[in-house]
């Protein structure tokens, strides 16, 4: 119930394509659901986040969709670029709280030059 | 990195020794937590704080125990060390307002022999 199951695990992309990750969970009391990026020797970062109130989100290149019946949710970037090679988690709580995040198993993306 | 210090960096003990991580805020915040990650697995939450002396569990708590005397310490305690804590540590603030999400430290490497 409380799994977030994402793929793939690795992802190659050429610079200015279009890389996607896909998400998927369970709980259906999940009402947040933000992307964290990290880079090697680093903690997590925050790159964009959603709620449920909203299909898709937009910052810059970067855009999570979301499908609440399928209970689905993805992170496209747009002209990828090799700066963005990282990893990349999903991840999905309850929004008010504790916000205890479930993340899902990561994606390593890779841009080549 | 928000505001966030851990330390030690980088740890290497041998099993069955007592090993004490900390974890320092500048900005007062009412939650921190404990994450750990490993290969396969994302992260995954080990305790939580929501104040000083207030702590609960999270998904992987066995074999660990958590303190908070001051609101910008939170400390994570390996009683008797094993093989299998051997891990990335990372301590995360949630702020409030309107972004009202978790930010990530740098993490602690550590290496149980």
């Known amino acids: 119930q409380q799994q977030v199951k994402q793929s793939p695990q690795s992802l190659i992309v050429q610079k200015g394509g279009i890389s996607i990750i896909n998400c998927a969970y369970e709980?259906?009391?999940?009402?947040?659901f933000p992307w964290y990026q990290q880079f090697p020797g680093k903690g997590p970062a925050l790159l964009i986040a959603i709620r449920p109130d909203v299909s898709e989100k937009k910052e810059g290149r970067f855009t999570i969709s979301f499908n609440k019946s399928a209970k689905q949710f993805s992170l496209h970037i747009m002209d990828s670029q090799p700066g963005d090679s990282a990893t990349y988690f999903c991840?999905?709580?309850?929004?008010?709280?504790?916000?205890?995040?479930?993340f899902g198993q990561g994606t390593r993306l890779t841009i080549n030059p | 990195d928000a505001g966030i210090t851990q330390s030690p960096r980088h740890k290497v003990t041998e099993t069955g020794t007592p090993v004490t991580l900390r974890c320092h805020q500048t900005?007062?915040?009412?939650?921190m937590y404990w994450y750990r990650q490993d290969p396969g697995h994302g992260l995954r939450l080990i305790h939580y704080?929501?104040?000083?002396?207030?702590?609960d569990k999270g998904e992987v708590s066995d074999g660990y125990s958590v303190s908070r005397s001051k609101t910008e310490d939170f400390l994570l305690t390996l009683e008797s060390a094993t093989s299998s804590q051997t891990s990335v540590y990372f301590c995360?603030?949630?702020?409030?307002?309107?972004?009202?999400?978790?930010?990530f430290g740098p993490g602690t490497r550590l290496t149980v022999l």
């Open positions: 900005e007062n915040h009412r939650y």
């Open positions: 995360a603030i949630k702020r409030g307002g309107v972004t009202d999400t978790q930010y």
């Open positions: 704080s929501y104040g000083v002396k207030d702590t």
């Open positions: 991840a999905a709580t309850s929004f008010q709280g504790a916000q205890k995040l479930v």
């Open positions: 709980n259906t009391a999940f009402d947040y």
